[in-house]
């Protein structure tokens, strides 16, 4: 069975973005092309579809960590913040953003709320489970085999180079 990890963490997020926006499944609010991602952001994203591209790869975020929640979202996509002479510090990345996406794929039934023990957040639901392993064995079929990690890592720094 062919599942999230055997592929590329980057050619799923794409693929699962495109699925995403063709099929209408999320769809970008009005006020998306206008802000930042967090505040450690000097400027919005560069892409038109970075939208998708955020919720697919919170969707396998949360494929992933298990039972997750806004705040450790917000932790994964945050980063440094520019302070001028002053060290560089952490910031975390918008709450209002993973939010409504996490709302989004919730009304989309790709994922559910749940309460695992003191653990509570959102966990993947069948629907998205399914959408997430199907879009994996099509980029398997594509490429022909799995990939080990070490040929991930040999096949991105060639990427690189080029």
């Given at each position: 069975m062919v599942n999230?990890?055997?592929?590329?963490?980057?050619?799923?997020?794409?693929?699962?973005?495109?699925?995403?926006?063709?099929?209408k499944i999320?769809?970008?609010?009005?006020?998306?092309?206008?802000?930042?991602t967090g505040r450690h952001?000097?400027?919005p994203p560069a892409r038109k579809d970075w939208w998708y591209?955020?919720?697919?790869?919170?969707?396998?975020?949360?494929?992933?960590?298990?039972p997750v929640g806004t705040e450790?979202?917000?932790?994964k996509y945050g980063g440094r913040q520019e302070r001028g002479y002053q060290p560089e510090i952490f910031r975390k990345s918008g709450g209002s953003i993973i939010r409504k996406i996490l709302q989004q794929l919730e009304k989309a039934n790709f994922i559910k709320k749940?309460?695992?023990?003191?653990h509570k957040g959102r966990v993947i639901a069948p629907?998205?489970?399914?959408?997430?392993?199907?879009?994996?064995?099509?980029?398997?079929?594509?490429?022909?085999?799995?990939q080990t990690k070490s040929q991930e890592v040999?096949?991105?720094q060639e990427s690189k180079t080029d």
């Open positions: 999230v990890f055997d592929v590329n963490p980057q050619k799923l997020i794409e693929r699962a973005a495109k699925k995403l926006a063709e099929d999320i769809e970008m609010p009005s006020w998306a092309n206008f802000v930042k952001k000097e400027r591209v955020r919720a697919a790869a919170v969707l396998r975020s949360v494929y992933k960590l298990g450790k979202l917000r932790t749940v309460e695992k023990g003191v629907k998205g489970k399914s959408f997430l392993d199907k879009t994996a064995l099509e980029i398997l079929k594509e490429n022909g085999k799995k040999k096949a991105s």
